[in-house]
T-cell receptor, first 112, second 111 residues
Framework: RKEVEQDPGPFNVPEGATVAFNCTYSNSASQSFFWYRQDCRKEPKLLMSVYSSGNEDGRFTAQLNRASQYISLLIRDSKLSDSATYLC?????????????FGKGTRLSVIA | GAVVSQHPSWVICKSGTSVKIECRSL??????MFWYRQFPKQSLMLMAT?????????EQGVEKDKFLINHASLTLSTLTVTSAHPEDSSFYIC???????FGQGTRLTVV
């Protein structure tokens, strides 16, 4: 199965900082793109889908560059509660009957 | 709302025994369930895809005789780790609707 690559970190940032995560994927047939958040020993939780036009949800902004096969996540005004592992995921299809392929995740620690 | 309920959340078993993990879809029907495994500091790796009423599809390198998957109804998929060994210790998690819903995960420790 084609891969998804992420910088594993850890990223240690102070509260209020802006932090950016990058992800590259090798499968050019990928059609759907996501960022998940995973807390220690828990299931991943969907943070946001990623669209070519870019999308924003509060302090979180995601971007997709299909030509470069690159996905990014920007977190502004970091909070202590943002400390977690952020997983990039891609899927070949648009529908839920094809599986997600995950990156290894990037660990973020926000420090007071 | 729609939820995938997975249990047990953790289990410790002796080498050579078998462990069954269940995932139930609540309030929706899951014709497909994905089973993942995650080792410490590693990615969630797809093990197999279970389809209601048909045989599961296993990823390369995953032994189908060791990891038995059954998807007998539209709301229940099970993964049985047979003859478990310490190297099978991992976090196992199911997912429905292409990642829209995850079970809570099962932390398996084989001693």
């Amino acid at each position: 199965r084609k891969e998804v690559e992420q910088d594993p970190g850890p990223f240690n940032v102070p509260e209020g900082a802006t932090v950016a995560f990058n992800c590259t994927y090798s499968n050019s047939a990928s059609q759907s793109f996501f960022w998940y958040r995973q807390d220690c020993r828990k299931e991943p939780k969907l943070l946001m889908s990623v669209y070519s036009s870019g999308n924003e949800d509060g302090r979180f902004t995601a971007q997709l560059n299909r030509a470069s096969q690159y996905i990014s996540l920007l977190i502004r005004d970091s909070k202590l509660s943002d400390s977690a592992t952020y997983l990039c995921a891609v899927r070949e299809g648009f529908l839920g009957n094809t599986p997600l392929v995950f990156g290894k995740g990037t660990r973020l620690s926000v420090i007071a | 709302g729609a939820v995938v309920s997975q249990h047990p959340s953790w289990v410790i078993c002796k080498s050579g025994t078998s462990v069954k993990i269940e995932c139930r879809s609540l309030d929706f029907q899951a014709t497909t369930m994905f089973w993942y495994r995650q080792f410490p500091k590693q990615s969630l790796m797809l093990m197999a895809t279970s389809n209601e009423g048909s045989k599961a599809t296993y990823e390369q390198g995953v032994e189908k005789d060791k990891f038995l998957i059954n998807h007998a109804s539209l709301t229940l998929s099970t993964l049985t780790v047979t003859s478990a060994h310490p190297e099978d210790s991992s976090f196992y998690i199911c997912s429905a609707r292409g990642g829209a819903f995850f079970g809570q995960g099962t932390r398996l420790t084989v001693v």
